[in-house]
């Protein structure tokens, strides 16, 4: 069956989710997680990708990015997905695929539903009882987004820099957003059209 053409937008943000091949694991250790982000952060400057959140889990990851160009997404991923495996396959003597097919996207189309996806993606490792808060995972933008720790890998989006004038004001801002009441039904609906890869 024919692949559907990816919406691709350049200046519209996406949530894109990558998960491991039949749910396996793609992160073994810190040094997984640790070149992954370098990767990444190496393949967006690259590609013309703006990164504003991720979380990197055991066998997946979530990522909030906008393209500059059209296809800047997919080449980016591209990028990340050869070198990365190559590593990781070497350093644990495997072989073949570890990615589940091509990644998921789907176009972030508000102000509104940017910062659902960054509340989305930073909470995750909270709704996998991993964590009891979301500054305790390490493989997550929370620590740069909600706790103005620096990170090169990101590029904060207009509605988050509209949360507040100056960046303690808008930490603050950003954590009580995150710690907010989150409304299950928008979530699912943020999971059910980034699985369908519709806006």
Known sequence: MARHPRL???????????RGNDRQACFAAPVDYGQYLQELREAAAKHACAIHAYVLM?????????PAEPGSLSRMMQAVGRRYVGSFNARYRRTGTLWEGRFKAALVDTSRY????????ELNPVRASMVAEPGEYPWTSYHANALGQPNLLLTPHDAYQALGEGNPARL?????????????AEWNELRRHTQQQRA
């Open 8 to 18: 691709d937008l350049p200046g519209v943000p996406q949530h894109l989710v990558q």
């Open 58 to 66: 055991t066998n997946h990851v979530h990522l909030l990015a906008t």
């Open 114 to 121: 940017v910062l659902a996806c960054y509340r989305y993606i």
């Open 172 to 184: 603050a801002a950003y954590r009580a957003w995150v710690t907010d009441t989150v409304d299950q």
